[in-house]
């Protein structure tokens, strides 16, 4: 009809005048090298003069943490653009949770779209009254990519939410099991309204020292990589078993890597043990493929899978939290694919590139009663759209397979740098695009930050002196190199 | 230029072809009686056949607490229309959520206005990286309806994180004011990160019998409404006050009610003491100023201002948590304008009608440091712009004076039905819109909601036997007349 010609019309010039820029592309078929920048371009300093004149205009907000302003309209692919019009190459990609780059055209399509306007504009309480169009694009996004084992899927705001509700989830399972699936009794009906047990129960869920599970307090009482996070908060006596500190490139290290996991693992039993014999039974297990903010700790498909099965022998429920290490980044759609396991876990947690919060579970933790696990949006439709839209740009372009090209070059690349600058540099890592690498300390890991912004390179920081590699899923090689020269620009003069 | 004539010839194309409907505006500036239908219209019973069709096809999802499905493209206004084409008067609006009806055409203005994509399709990581608008859509949006006293604002994803968030700026607050301002001891920093006090020290947060705060662990621990909401969870050992059980109408009976009051503010003060004396001291006390889920609760202005001063005089937090009373729907745009008082609260949350969740605080209550509140998203510009636009409409329609009509003609209604149905209703309550009546018992509540959906009303429920009723602000007079007639109809028809 008529309006399917006019729509199509419409979206170019809508693009051109959204966007008014001569890289811009006038379809949404594209490619990133295609519609996006070709190289950073710097005119100040960061942050320049309009950015500090926004930050003074923020007054009594909280802005501590604010790096810099963005003209997001600007910015394009894996180039964001300042408030001083400086642009950055972006691989920290708003806290790992851009998928696509800035201002892809699939997803600038999906806002012009009339057929889509009704889930922006109406967001639903999709716990009680989902839209009509919902099983479908449920179907098509986030079932498309269930993990293995996995065919239910909670959808939530954030990935705190994600991993709340996933806790709930695995407290209310285990104490069905203990219960031997029988109503609760009016005595755990009754104390559960006033805090108490046995109906608020002295459960626990497992964590690993550096995890980072979110900021909610029952995440937090999970979450162990920086002080900052935790202090002053009340939180749950929680056994908390050490993380393996493996020693990189993890093939020269096989024998001595092994050693240490197998000490990790021993622990987690003891630990299970010991919180089961003073009444507080771990429930479940808690861990990310890599640990991120704690400082992209790597551990072996060893490892998760012996993990995996003590959570098995002790009845626990084991939570893969794919929050920052889902969505492609790894080279497979999820880290813990790399394990090769069939049924790699019992929940599955996700946010950030999937753009909306949830979690994924095996049929056995999906709770009994309808409004166990509720709250009022319990996710928000117009996100799905965006969803559905980046796994299409993933498949046609075969972005995966992009990551682990890209991948391999800023490992090998990295590899190079700490070679020839050894008093800098170590410990080089990654999987897919998700890289680190540790400086010599803190000041210099935060100094070389700052030099590589000046220079049109924008990077994150993780635990105490590590840098992290967070690109978006369109990192090509070429950006790769774009990389490496300014490191090595900046490397060369330092000191 | 001409891309503006463009875009506004485009835009009423746009909605005629989204809405594609008889009774659709073709301009943003109609008021909701002139786009919306003029009655509900019922075609099946409810859940109909295509209802039961799609419910089965979510197969293994949690669909446990599903009403049914909606055709949001075609609901209008007050009206909520179901994928079998049944159109009701919908006064429960998404858990009390959509602040000025279905499909308002000066939202879908927002989606199409092409300085708007960019927060679509660039959702940024708010806390480092806002975008170049961000200062002024929170002074246009938030900051310009902040409550008396308060001129700082956190935005968050949903009402729970913003109540976790606030609980965490009570304890933070708290404890820096315990320790006189100092830096944490070294043994503060390191306990913290193994959930051990001092560092995470036995805080609590007095909360009423009751209440709801949200779900998440550290919300829920101040949540008394409901077992089936906190069954099986760990939680706190935190005080918990009763909540005032008042007469109603409260003008009939205020010396009693007075004297209740009296009794819980007592009770209060004796459980900060006895909450201190066991090492677990109140950082905060946190209230709703009605209380919602936990079945409509009224209390006087008097009892909030005799409470805000009792946590002033323990030193605790006074958190008003406005995230189902907040936006308009009691007649002023927050329910504790109502308490008169110049310095209401310390904390105000907020979320729902909002459309972004949120809190607002006094100055003292900032963290001393970034990253102490902090997480990925820190909210939603995109739901700001919506906000900004909400906000908008209620000034230009004067919507709050009509919520305080509809409010009045609702309430006078509810007293007619329950003095001509004695048996059947009592207790009819409530301020603005914002009304509620209860049921003889829970089973004629239900009977009476699913005859009401039946006939095109659909209603919600709270407490144990309550009726709630949460309409949109665009609610006026004659949408009040069609509800009572169609709750007469069922009443004299009730056995």
């Known amino acids: 009809p008529d309006w399917i010609i006019y729509r199509s019309s419409f979206m170019h010039l809508f693009i051109y005048f959204a966007l008014g820029s001569r890289y811009v592309s006038k379809t949404a078929t594209k490619t990133v090298s295609e519609f996006e920048y070709d190289a950073p371009s710097m005119k100040t300093a960061v942050p320049g003069p309009n950015n500090i004149q926004l930050c003074l205009s923020l007054g009594l907000q909280n802005v501590g943490a ?86 239910r899927v909670q959808t939530m705001a954030c990935g705190s939410c994600s991993n709340e509700n996933a806790f709930k989830s695995m407290f209310i399972w285990y104490r069905n099991k203990e219960r031997g699936y029988a109503s609760p009794s009016e005595q755990e009906v009754g104390t559960c309204m006033i805090n108490q047990s046995p109906g608020c129960p002295d459960l626990s869920i497992l964590s690993f020292m550096g995890a980072f599970h979110g900021r909610t307090m029952g995440c937090l009482a999970a979450t162990h990589s920086k002080a900052i996070h935790k202090l002053d908060i009340p939180s749950f006596d929680w056994p908390i078993a050490p993380f393996p500190k493996l020693q990189y490139p993890l093939e020269e290290f096989v024998r001595e890597n092994a050693q240490e996991e197998a000490r990790c693992l021993e622990e987690v039993e003891d630990l299970i043990v010991k919180w089961r014999q003073k009444g507080r039974p771990v429930a479940g297990i808690v861990i990310e493929p890599i640990q991120a903010e704690g400082g992209d700790n790597h551990a072996s498909p060893d490892f998760f899978s012996k993990l995996r099965n003590i959570a098995r022998k002790h009845g626990c429920a084991f939570h893969v939290d794919e929050v920052q290490t889902g969505g492609g980044t790894t080279g497979k759609f999820w880290a813990h694919e790399h394990w090769g396991l069939d049924d790699p876990a019992d929940v599955v947690s996700f946010s950030k590139k999937l753009l909306t919060g949830g979690y994924y579970h095996r049929d056995e933790l999906q709770p009994d009663k309808p409004y166990r696990i509720f709250n009022t ?119």
């Open 66 to 151: 604010v790096h810099f302003f963005c003209n997001y309209e600007e910015s394009r692919g894996n180039y964001l653009v300042d408030v001083d019009g400086n642009r950055m190459l972006d691989v920290y990609t708003q806290i790992s949770s851009i998928p696509i780059g800035y201002n892809h055209p699939a997803l600038i399509k999906v806002m012009t779209n009339p057929n889509n306007v009704s889930a922006f504009v109406n967001r639903p309480a999709l716990g009680i009254l989902p839209p009509e169009n919902f099983p479908d694009k449920l179907f098509e996004s986030l079932l498309s990519i269930a993990p293995s084992g996995m065919s």
């Open 377 to 495: 949006w319990m996710g928000d439709p117009s996100k799905n759209l965006f969803l559905l839209e980046v796994l299409n740009v993933i498949r046609r372009e075969n972005l995966l397979e992009e990551v682990t090209r890209s991948g391999k070059a800023l490992l090998q690349g990295l590899y190079a740098l700490q070679t020839q600058y050894p008093h800098i540099l170590s410990r080089a890592r990654g999987q897919g695009t998700f890289c680190a690498i540790d400086a010599c300390n803190d000041a210099t890991r935060d100094s070389i930050m700052l030099k590589a912004r000046n220079k049109g390179l924008f990077m994150g920081s993780c635990g105490e002196k590590t840098i992290r590699f967070r690109p978006a899923l369109v990192f090509k090689e070429y950006h790769v190199h774009q990389l490496l020269n300014i490191l090595n620009d900046i490397l060369a003069e330092h000191k």
